[in-house]
């Protein structure tokens, strides 16, 4: 089926199942690799992109849902690792293996829009992405910079 | 994991012999992986553009920058970057004009592992490579100051280095690296055992937390995985191997997967070796791959969903029945009534007389699981098979073995195959066995000239992995009329696996009766290495054991533990004593430390607890990585178990990196805390029960404690810090819940054993 993707501000053709789901859309048909394949089932989030501005888990949206909406993935966020999450990320060194982290990433931006002065239990209940190395401890500290700072808003 | 590798002071050079060179065997289809040739990630990895080669390790550019090859895979410890601190040290170059490449593995197969230490695992990076690195980089230095000795016609003694070049005070001049380099490499190559290296208060890189080269790429979505490598016109794999460990493929009907628009192949992959897991002589065991069935498109998604459709008779074999229930009943019978595989490890004094003569006795018992590395990136590999050569890409921590493994898939001789590291996104030993590669490059047989990226998915990486093993095992102690422990006794029985017994043998602790007793019974899962190794199944039950004497004897569980751990009460006529001396003090140091630091004892208050451990990871007697303590704060409060706090005091000798080093143990200490709450794989009819992160879950941000980590001043060698607090943590954990007057641990993971996480 032919679809029309807006990602990151480009529209790309697409002749593809609308099955299939849109994390697999974007890596093998819009070779935009950033977004990663961890577990398939919403589980893990190492697929979050923004869809329509929101983080969403890729893994579980059919490409032909996405409809007009906007995509906008790890490489569209901010040119030159600009946006304040990932420069946070940077100054407090939070990836280890790195492969969880542009969903990682992704899921905290969103979470800071809505939330821009989070405490820790919101950080706890609302990041629920998996990172098997364990960056947990650093991710909190990033996001409470991030927060401190404000120019994320 | 592995047994000693290297001998620190008896390591031999090859640097500055003669190379083999192993020139580019095919290119293919005119194409490099996409986005670029970064295959590290890393903002200054080096494009492929020439320069002078000065030895195996590294190579210096017309424009002064350095290419470092780097003999680790990066799997997230931060090789990349702590083994080019190293190099950069000692060459004496900005570190602005470093630029680590991962190394080339037919470059060190050709030339007698001229890298000396290639394998990612064991903690053994830092431990392994810290001299070979430090000389191999010195040795060109001196050269380079050699070169333009002559050049300026000045004795070698009056010229210096600084940031790349060489320089002569007395008359002002200097010179880059680049002018010199060709002339450097006709230079004779100093002697490794004297070549000058820098002394330690003249380091500007090695000590200093250095920004890791490969963060930037991992925050935009540019680093590349090996899931991410492409060429344009390649196809895609998706694989399915038998559910049932050891059984064979009959058949499968391809007609209906065949007409599937995309679909180009369904192919058949045979059983065969998935390498040795170990890089030690004699050491290392090949737990094999199973047959798989794979279907090849035009992208991922279709060659799943197809294969999910595809009709597959397997032969299940000889463990189409196992259960773990089976397999639980089978060791509890084998440690009540201990056969013939029962053997002795360790026999000291006279247990049971010293049993017969205590005050009090002590008993229990404890169980630990299967259980999954589950690194965050499924398994995967990219190959293309042409011109009689294989070529493959791969995140493998051990590719000097994938470059075998592929040479045996594809029949060829190892000089045919290119193996190209790639990033990984994470390996926890998983990424040792190089199953994935024999499979990638059999796929890529089939569509002989087309490159064929095979990808798992999670289900079929968490089912179809290398496991430690399930592990029951039996305590008995005595104390005498002072409280002093005067017996101890354990007996274990695990999975089929290679030895596992060290894991509960090598209790450092004085203790004049001991006897530990392992048998290994044939399970199902193959065996393989995951971070903590054997200490991850036996450590916390050794540790646990002793708090457990403590406190039901009244006696402080520290002090307990110190009075174990006197200098002055080792033995004089024992074997290796300086070896068990040096454990020893270590141990009391960090523990020392320890207590100082959170001012133990802490009172402990209704519905909260603290414990502590204390741990060295030896794996073998004259290898030992760092030695640690660690204090875990807990509250166990209506709604379950909840971690707050975790103090590390670690001996690491010298720390390259600390701010990596740190990063380490905060990951450590989750990585344990996931196998302490949560990792368990079972089976059933054979098949493993789990299959993704809903039923087999990792440890998220809500359940992460801060970690608080205080490294103790060292001038030592550098010992590995990856694995240390993994077991650390387990006993420490446990510990504390005994402590906040929580259920006796008696198996992991604890949330399978009645305890509820908050």
């Known amino acids: ?153 | 994991m592995s047994k000693q590798v290297f001998n620190n002071k008896r390591r031999a050079f090859l640097i500055g012999a003669a190379m083999t060179s192993v020139g580019a065997l095919f290119t293919v289809a005119g194409c490099s992986p996409n986005k670029n040739t970064q295959q590290s990630g890393g903002p200054a990895v080096a494009a492929n553009s020439g320069g002078q080669e000065l030895n195996a390790w590294i190579t210096i550019r017309p424009d002064n920058k350095v290419i470092l090859k780097i003999p680790q895979t990066e799997i997230g410890q931060g090789g990349l970057t702590s083994i080019s601190q190293l190099l950069a040290e000692e060459l004496d170059v900005k570190w602005s004009d470093v630029m680590p490449e991962f190394y080339d593995p037919s470059v060190n197969l050709a030339n007698n592992n001229v890298y000396v230490y290639t394998a990612t695992l064991g903690s053994g990076g830092i431990s392994n490579l810290t001299d070979p690195a430090r000389i191999a980089a010195a040795q060109i230095r001196s050269m380079l100051i050699h070169a333009a000795a002559k050049r300026w016609n000045q004795p070698a003694d009056t010229l210096d280095t600084a940031a790349g070049s060489v320089l002569h005070k007395a008359s002002g001049r200097s010179i880059l690296y680049a002018d010199v380099a060709a002339d450097a490499v006709k230079m004779p190559v100093p002697d490794p055992k004297t070549v000058l290296l820098k002394s330690p208060d003249k380091w500007q890189y090695i000590g200093k937390s250095v920004p890791r080269v490969d963060i930037p790429s991992k925050v935009d979505g540019s680093a590349t995985y090996g899931i991410d490598i492409y060429f344009p016109g390649m196809k895609y794999a998706a694989v399915r191997q038998s559910p049932v460990f050891g059984g064979r493929l009959k058949a499968f009907d391809a007609t209906e997967a065949k007409k599937h628009a995309g679909v180009i192949d369904v192919v058949r992959i045979k059983a065969g070796p998935s390498g040795s897991n170990d890089p030690t002589p004699g050491w290392g065991a090949d737990f094999g791959m199973d047959d798989a069935v794979a279907v090849i498109a035009d992208d991922w998604w279709t060659a799943k969903t197809v294969l999910e459709s595809l009709h597959v008779e397997w032969d299940e074999g000889s463990f189409a029945n196992a259960n773990s229930k089976a397999i639980a009943e089978d060791f509890q019978k084998a440690l009540a009534q201990p056969g013939s595989g029962m053997k002795v490890v360790r026999d000291e004094g006279n247990v049971d007389a010293a049993l017969g003569k205590a005050k009090r006795q002590f008993e229990a018992t404890f169980s630990v699981p299967f259980a999954e590395h589950a690194p965050m990136e499924p398994i995967n590999c990219t190959a293309i098979v042409r011109d009689g050569g294989v070529e493959v890409w791969a995140g493998s921590q051990y590719p000097d073995e994938a470059l075998r493994i592929a040479a045996k898939a594809a029949n060829v001789s190892v000089e045919k195959v290119r193996l190209h590291p790639v990033l990984a996104g994470g390996g926890f030993g998983r990424r040792i066995n190089s199953d994935y590669v024999s499979q990638a490059v059999q796929v890529a047989q089939a569509v002989k000239g087309t490159p064929v990226k095979l990808l798992w998915t999670r289900e079929e990486s968490i089912r179809r992995s290398y496991y430690p093993p399930y592990t029951l095992s039996k305590f008995r102690a005595g104390i005498d009329g002072h409280g002093k422990l005067i017996a101890w006794e354990s007996a274990s029985v695990g999975g089929r696996a290679q030895d596992q017994s060290y894991g509960t043998a090598r209790l450092p602790h004085l203790i004049p009766n001991i006897r530990v007793s392992y048998e290994m019974r044939t399970t199902p899962p193959p065996f393989g290495w995951k971070r903590g190794v054997g200490f991850s199944q036996h450590h916390w039950m050794n540790q646990y054991f002793l708090n457990e004497i403590a406190r039901a004897s009244g006696q402080d569980p520290v002090e307990f533990q110190l009075a174990l751990l006197r200098a002055d009460e080792l033995p004089q006529n024992i074997e290796k004593r300086d070896l068990a001396l040096d454990r020893i003090v270590a141990l009391r140091r960090v523990l020392e430390k320890l207590r100082d630091t959170v001012k133990w004892p802490v009172k402990s208050s209704p519905g909260r607890g603290r414990g502590i451990a204390v741990h060295d990871q030896s794996y073998w007697p004259e290898y030992s990585a760092a030695a640690s303590a660690a204090m875990v704060e807990v509250s166990m409060q209506k709604d379950g178990l909840k971690v707050d706090r975790v103090v590390v005091v670690i001996d690491a000798g010298r720390v390259v990196n600390p701010n990596n080093a740190i990063a380490q143990i905060q990951g450590g200490v989750a990585f344990g805390l996931t196998d302490f709450l949560y990792s368990q794989i079972s089976l059933e009819n054979g098949k493993v029960v789990q299959s993704n992160f809903h039923d087999y879950p990792i440890l998220k941000m809500a359940a992460m404690p801060s970690v608080e980590v205080h490294f103790l001043p060292s001038e030592a060698h550098s010992h590995g810090i990856g694995e240390t607090p993994v077991p650390l943590v387990i006993a420490a954990v446990a510990n504390a819940i005994a402590d906040a007057g929580g259920p006796p641990i008696r198996g992991l993971p604890v949330t399978a054993h009645g305890v509820q996480v908050a």
């Open chain 1, 1 to 153: 089926m032919k679809i029309e993707l807006d990602v990151n501000g480009k529209l790309h053709q697409l002749d593809v199942d609308p099955a299939m789901p849109l994390l697999w859309a974007l890596r093998d048909h819009v070779h935009l690799t950033g977004t990663k394949y961890g577990c398939g089932i919403g589980q893990c989030g190492a697929c979050t992109v923004h869809l329509g501005g929101e983080a969403v888990r890729s893994c579980l949206i059919p490409v032909s849902a996405v409809g007009k909406q906007k995509v906008t993935t790890i490489e569209g966020l901010a040119p030159d690792k600009g946006h304040p999450v990932q420069q946070a990320w940077i100054a407090h060194a939070v990836p280890q293996c790195g492969y969880c982290q542009s969903g990682m990433v992704m899921a905290v931006v969103s979470f800071l829009r809505k939330n821009p002065t989070p405490t820790d239990e919101d950080i706890n209940s609302q990041i629920t992405n998996i990172c098997r190395c364990g960056t947990y401890h650093r991710i909190r500290e990033a996001i409470h910079a991030v927060a401190k700072d404000e120019k994320h808003v």
